[in-house]
């Protein structure tokens, strides 16, 4: 059974350009969440969602969107992208919506999309 | 102040030494996870607890919800256990990291 995968695994951008980085759950997975991870730091909360709805936003710019398709893969976008936003980009999902503390919430990481912005 | 504090950030250790690593939040949550990041990004869910203490091999989780506190100690410390980990609290739909303990194991 796949695990959580993501694409592409490292981009190079430069200012002003826009990004599109790509999450697939694991199957049966509903929920999926976004993090940014800043060289030498923890992960940041961007986004998470569940059944297609945003149900958290961390704070970041109105740059950052997301949405969830049908088959509950989901796109992070990037817009007018900045030095500062290079960065780990982690995608993870779980089987719950998040509210619960059962094993639906278990976190499956993937490994990440690395941004460089030049 | 970071909702969510991890002490030690840096821990060298030498091979079969017990390990501890704490990690406090000031806020109610509903979940605390334990991740693990090896070099390079990778990230592996060690634990998730609500209350109590869970464990798997070496590795032993608790934490004390009224004191907002928890600890992930490791037992007969490995060299293959280097590697970052990170605490992460879940409070509704948003979850909070830490910003990890860097751990190197030494043979």
């Known amino acids: 059974d796949a695990g959580v995968t993501q694409s592409p695994t490292h981009l190079i951008k430069t200012r002003g350009q826009h990004v599109t980085l790509r999450c697939s759950p694991i199957?049966?997975?509903?929920?999926v969440s976004w993090y940014q991870q800043v060289l030498g730091q923890g992960p940041q909360f961007i986004f998470q969602y569940y059944e297609k709805e945003e149900r958290g936003r961390g704070n970041f710019p109105d740059r950052f969107s997301a949405r969830q398709f049908p088959n509950y893969s989901s796109e992070l976008n990037v817009n007018a992208l900045l030095l500062g936003d290079s960065a780990l980009y982690l995608c993870?999902?779980?089987?719950?919506?998040?509210?619960?503390?059962?094993?639906?919430?278990?976190?499956?990481f993937g490994a990440g999309s690395r941004l460089t912005v030049l | 102040k970071n909702e969510v504090e991890q002490s030690p950030q840096n821990l060298t250790a030498q091979e079969g030494e017990f390990i501890t690593i704490n990690c406090s939040y000031s806020v109610g949550i509903s979940a605390l996870h334990w991740l693990q990041q090896h070099p390079g990004g990778g990230i592996v869910s060690l634990f998730m607890l609500s209350s109590g203490k869970k464990k798997h091999g070496r590795l032993i989780a608790t934490i004390n919800i009224q004191e907002k506190h928890s600890s992930l100690h490791i037992t007969a410390s490995h060299p293959r256990d280097s590697a970052v980990y990170i605490c992460a609290v879940r409070r509704g739909d948003k979850l909070t990291f830490g910003t990890g303990t860097r751990l190197a194991v030494r043979p």
């Open positions: 199957s049966g997975h509903k929920s």
């Open positions: 993870a999902s779980t089987r719950g919506a998040g509210g619960d503390v059962g094993g639906a919430n278990v976190l499956t």
